[in-house]
């Protein structure tokens, strides 16, 4: 029990700014698209190309972070299927 205990309020600290572990993959995300079309402006297609792996990875960051926060909130028994 107290194990359980001790997993809760390690997840609330870490849940007391959500913002903050999702603006790591959005701001990848909006990085990819100024540099995306940075690169369309200025004919470079190198830096058009970054801009669009950026625009995937931070779209795969998110959906990593969306899934490791309903894995962690299944293992402490909160029901994720209420909040969607």
């Known amino acids: 029990m107290e194990t359980?205990?001790?997993?809760e309020e390690e997840v609330q600290e870490e849940s007391?700014?959500?913002?903050?572990?999702s603006v790591s993959g959005l701001s990848q995300y909006i990085i990819g698209k100024i540099e995306t079309i940075g690169g369309v402006l200025t004919a470079d297609p190198i830096t058009q190309a970054e801009g669009e792996?950026?625009?995937?990875?931070?779209?795969?960051?998110?959906?990593?972070?969306?899934d490791l926060q309903?894995?962690?909130?299944?293992?402490l028994g909160y029901d994720t299927d209420a909040a969607e």
Not at 4 to 7: G, H, S
Not at 16 to 21: R, V
């Open 4 to 7: 359980q205990d001790y997993k």
């Open 16 to 21: 007391k700014h959500p913002l903050k572990d």
């Open 53 to 66: 792996y950026n625009v995937e990875a931070g779209a795969v960051r998110n959906d990593i972070e969306d």
């Open 70 to 75: 309903d894995i962690e909130k299944r293992k």
